[in-house]
């Protein structure tokens, strides 16, 4: 091992691997953030194409809330990591759309807009609806009780009518869910308080606001981040603890304890340990950027979000060719009130696609594929929104391949395992998971994971 030694070792400087830096090295813990790729982010970064910057992950930041509330768990979170909420100028979402089948059903941020919808929608049900929200404002969203019953029967409590139940499924299960075909009771309440209860948000400039705030914030802590500095295996001590990382180049870094937000599946290979096949992730995206000549509610597109099934019967699966078009999200990036975010209009479109299929290809294959795939995308959205193509000025696109090249997911499983670890723990004493496979959710999510993983397993520890 190397004479260096560290409080912490911190495996991936994505949301929770900087939140759990920032909250360690606040108390003066010796703590490195190690990734293997030059930008920090995760799944949550930016890129530059033709001198554009582009975001990759964050479509909406959830849970957010007035500045004058104080108790939830945005308002927390920047308490713990001592981050003015100034500093990330957030503007709130204009509206969003779940549209199943022929029904559709708005919301904005808090329940009114959609309690309207339901009512209007469904009115029959809207007294099932009040109970169902009054009985997820009950429920404690910081406890550690597991309940991974089934949403949908479980919403059948409350609703009886199955289209309902679906339009609620289908954002809660994009946003979130690594199941196939289904939601654990426990991530719906976590996401329809986050979502619809609370809202929807995007820092003034995309991603790049939130993650310079958070770089700044641990380097100003005394942290240390260290890019290009992908980790080969976790060491482990005779008793078989975890005591240190093996970089890709053969250095050797000595620490008391090892947070890894690299993923269930992915930190168990670093440890040797073998997977089980339930607990491999096969959920996986392709995801368009189109960049408009002009703003996106000026071609008629108000929506921030719009969630879609075309079926009243929504197959949240992996597919069995390269995509699935018949559900998806598209997202206008420059719909949020408060902010004009400059003249170009941007929309995203997200659809399940299958990584194995997308593997398979050799690179002629794989670049006729991508042409191919992304005009089905952006139809499908036309189809439910708004075609992007006739003012589309740039544009991108990411397959599963692109999620594993840069994240390490194996099968480019963006919520990675469908088994997670509450307590973050995965039987290797001193190792603690992080981040999604932890069971956390979105980017406040992510950023919580980070800092009670640092607070319960050092810095509490430590108190002892």
């Not at 499983?413 to 307590?423: E, L, N, Q, T």
């Amino acid at each position: 091992m190397t004479n260096e030694r560290y409080d912490a070792v911190v495996i991936g400087a994505g949301m929770s691997g900087l939140a759990a830096g920032i909250r360690l090295a606040q108390f003066d813990k010796r703590v490195v953030v190690l990734d293997r790729h030059s930008l920090w982010g995760g799944l949550n970064s930016f890129y530059k194409r033709g001198g554009r910057r582009f975001d990759t992950g964050l479509h909406a930041l959830t849970n957010w809330v007035p500045a004058t509330e104080k108790s939830t768990p945005l308002p927390k979170l920047l308490r713990q990591l001592r981050i003015p909420r100034e500093e990330l100028q957030l503007a709130e979402q204009s509206h969003s759309i779940v549209k199943v089948g022929a029904v559709s059903l708005e919301f904005g941020n808090g329940i009114g807009r959609l309690e309207a919808s339901v009512a209007h929608a469904f009115p029959r049900e809207i007294d099932g609806f009040r109970r169902l929200v009054s009985a997820i404002q009950a429920h404690d969203p910081f406890s550690d009780v597991v309940d991974a019953s089934s949403a949908r029967v479980r919403l059948g409590e409350w609703l009886r009518d199955p289209l309902l139940i679906e339009c609620l499924i289908v954002p809660v299960a994009f946003y979130g869910s690594a199941r196939e075909d289904e939601v654990e009771w426990d991530l719906f309440v976590v996401l329809f308080r986050s979502m619809f209860l609370e809202g929807l948000a995007r820092p003034m400039g995309g991603i790049k606001t939130l993650l310079d705030a958070l770089k700044k914030r641990f380097l100003d802590c005394g942290g240390i981040l260290r890019m290009r500095s992908g980790v080969s295996r976790i060491v482990r001590d005779a008793h078989g603890a975890a005591c240190g990382v093996q970089l890709d180049d053969g250095e050797l870094l000595a620490c008391e304890r090892v947070l890894s937000s690299a993923g269930r599946v992915e930190t168990q290979r670093l440890c040797d340990v073998p997977p089980q096949p339930a607990e491999v992730g096969q959920l996986s995206f392709c995801e368009t950027t189109s960049v408009l000549s002009q703003p996106t509610r000026s071609l008629g597109h108000t929506a921030t979000m719009v969630f879609f099934s075309t079926s009243e019967h929504f197959a949240y699966r992996r597919p069995a060719g390269l995509i699935d078009t018949t559900s998806g999200v598209v997202c206008a990036s420059d719909n949020y009130a408060h902010h004009e975010f400059g003249e170009a209009g941007i929309v995203r479109v997200t659809c399940l696609a299958n990584h194995a299929v997308w593997s398979g290809l050799d690179d002629e294959a794989y670049a006729a594929a991508k042409t191919q795939v992304a005009q089905e995308m952006l139809a499908a959205a036309g189809r439910v929104a708004l075609d992007p193509r006739p003012w589309t000025s740039a544009f991108d696109m990411f397959t599963p391949k692109t999620i594993h090249r840069y994240t390490g997911h194996v099968n480019g499983a963006v919520y990675g395992s469908p088994v997670k670890a509450r307590d973050g723990s995965i039987g290797v004493d001193k190792l603690h998971l992080i981040g999604t496979d932890q069971g956390t959710l979105g980017i406040i999510g992510s950023l919580l994971s980070g800092v009670t993983a640092a607070n319960r397993h050092i810095l509490m520890a430590n108190q002892r």
